[in-house]
């Protein structure tokens, strides 16, 4: 069954769903992410106090405005605010997208979770991944947040084509055809973007290569169960919804 409901139920299963899946994140980030953030606090603390200017730039509890037990909590309420928010930039994309497609709702919830992830976190992360505390010149803050913003557009881009694609060689008879052909798009306008973008690294050669990757991966493990959460806590949602509809036709 299409995607039905008024907007204003879409919008609040993908509130419910936004929560749910921005707790969940949090937990994630905060059993695998937080032990390399503070191992990464840890190595900039180190190389600050062979400094003169160390107490300047400390990440300690001391000079902080915000404990690490705070940051730790206000964890919690970061991501499930942000889950919020993109529960509700979700549910309004649906909204809009169901006009265009015959999938079942809960498909199309499946569908575009998986198109979000990729276009604002896949093609993000694999251009320009997350970095650790340590890592970064400040000076530069603000050139790796438009870059990443390009990188986000491209993702929308590539994903958005790739859509089109699928829609004209969806009457082929051949499998292939239908999965290869929009995959292939994908990754031409992708290779194509990374390809313009310049390259950014900012990590010097004396951090551990293991914790930087071993923060990477918990940083797009996280992405990836708020983005999975929400796929699915708005397909759950979906068929609650219609299930008495069903129970309706199976009795006529």
Known sequence: MPLTGTFVQLLVRGLLAGLVAGLLAGAVAFVVGEPHIDSAISIEESAGAAHT??????????????SRDGQRVGLFLATGLAGLALGAIFASVLHYARRFSSLPGSTL????????????????????????????????????????????????????????????????????????????AFLVIVGIGYALLPNVNEVGSDFPATLLWEFRLSSLATQATLWLALGLGFAFLTDRAVRPARRETVSA
């Not at 200017?53 to 915000?66: C, K, N, P, R, Y």
């Open 53 to 66: 200017d160390s107490a300047a730039h400390s990440h300690g509890d001391e000079d902080a405005l915000v």
């Open 109 to 184: 919830a499946l569908v575009g979770a998986v198109g979000g992830w990729l276009a604002i976190e896949a093609v993000p992360f694999f251009e320009y991944p997350a970095n650790p505390p340590a890592v970064g010149d400040p000076e530069t803050i603000t050139q790796r947040t438009w870059l990443w913003l390009a990188s986000v557009i491209l993702g929308l881009l590539a994903v958005g084509v790739a859509i089109y694609v699928a829609k004209v060689v969806a009457a082929q008879w051949s499998m292939a055809v239908r999965v290869g052909a929009p995959t292939v």
